[in-house]
């Protein structure tokens, strides 16, 4: 058992101001093989997520605190639809269907989502980043 607070929460935003890449995860799922994927993802403005999207799995985000800005793009590397999760008005999360291209930008300090998608863990390859 695991109690998902604001002591954990802080835990995981230090650990991501720290990390070279501005951004931590924290694995509720016991191994990379599991077929459900549940973790807490910190991350700092600042951190690169490059435009990209997971072929085998769609992922949902629900926002604990901070804000968000979520990028959805066609082959072309259009933006085609940009939403903000931000929880003060009323934006709390985001259901990402399998093969979506996308990205974000964080918009303030401290954010962290709760993510989940479908396992095993399959690290995204070349082909799935949009250039």
Request: charged share 25%; proline share 5%.
């Amino acid at each position: 058992m695991e109690i998902i607070d604001k002591n954990l929460l802080d835990t995981v935003s230090a650990a991501a101001k720290s990390s070279e890449r501005l951004r931590m995860n924290h694995n509720f799922h016991e191994t990379l093989e599991a077929p459900c994927q549940r973790m807490l993802n910190a991350l700092e403005p600042g951190t690169f997520v490059p435009i990209h999207r997971h072929r085998h799995t769609a992922e949902t985000y629900i926002l604990l605190r901070g804000k968000l800005k979520i990028f959805f793009y066609n082959e072309e590397k259009v933006i085609i639809e940009e939403d903000v999760l931000d929880q003060s008005h009323g934006c709390y999360g985001v259901h990402i269907p399998a093969g979506i291209w996308h990205s974000m930008e964080v918009l303030e300090s401290g954010t962290i989502i709760f993510e989940t998608k479908d396992g095993p863990y399959t690290p995204i390859t070349e082909q799935d980043i949009l250039k």
